[in-house]
């Protein structure tokens, strides 16, 4: 089954810019979704095909996807970020990585 | 858009349970709706997911364990235990997805928590 991976915790003072990667054998190749999980919520989707915002997502909100490594980023970081990021790829089956937990300083 | 699904389960090893998804604001057979699964501290796992007028596909790591389906005459769908292990201790979640491979999740359940405990 395809893997993909994730590191544990990323911690990002307010109003800075976070980075959560996703990576995966030429996940480039892949789409890529991305998922915010607050504290006792259901997920919500942040990013679709690897860049898309859904309509409610502030534009701080982006993605990029290229060769082994996808990429979510948070510019100026606010509190209420505080949350687990997931990512989503499919290949014959859905995947999803073990979750970012992102910190606001 | 909505996804409600059913009340808190507390259940022993052994027994049987059925939880619900009942969608509202779309049109039920235009999407697939996925479940997912999400034991104590963890992360998510891709169960498996169903179109109202089809049958399931499964995640290789829950096939077998596990049934969904699906009425679109009520516009619910379901995941079944036949026999509840401990281990399926776990919130459930379910979610509409736009297809039946490649696709996301854009509108999710508030979940159920599933307690399996002697």
């Known amino acids: 089954s395809y893997e993909v991976t994730q590191p544990l915790s990323v911690s990002v003072a307010l109003g800075q810019t976070a980075t959560i990667t996703c990576g995966g054998n030429n996940i480039g190749s892949k789409s890529v979704h991305w998922y915010q999980q607050r504290p006792g919520q259901a997920p919500v989707l942040v990013i679709y095909?690897?860049?898309n915002r859904p309509s409610g997502i502030p534009e701080r909100f982006s993605g990029s996807n290229s060769g082994n490594t996808a990429t979510l980023t948070i510019s100026s970081a606010q509190a209420g970020d505080e949350a687990d990021y997931y990512c989503q790829v499919w290949d014959s089956t859905t995947a999803f990585g073990g979750g970012t937990k992102v910190t606001v300083l | 858009v909505q996804l409600v699904q059913s009340g808190g389960e507390l259940k022993k090893p052994g027994e049987s349970l059925k939880i619900s998804c009942e969608g509202s604001?779309?049109?039920?057979?235009?999407?697939?709706i996925a479940w997912v699964r999400q034991m104590p501290g963890k992360g998510l796992e891709w169960m498996g997911v169903?179109?109202?007028?089809?049958?399931?596909i499964y995640s290789p790591s829950f096939r077998g364990q596990v049934a969904i389906s699906a009425d679109k005459s009520t516009r619910t769908a379901y995941l079944q235990w036949s026999r509840l292990k401990a281990s399926d201790t776990a919130m459930y979640y379910c979610?509409?997805?736009?297809?039946?491979?490649?696709?996301?999740?854009?509108?999710w359940g508030q979940g159920t928590l599933v307690t399996v405990s002697s």
């Open positions: 095909r690897d860049t």
């Open positions: 979610a509409r997805q736009g297809c039946g491979g490649d696709c996301y999740s854009d509108y």
């Open positions: 169903i179109h109202p007028d089809s049958y399931p």
């Open positions: 604001g779309y049109t039920f057979t235009n999407y697939w």
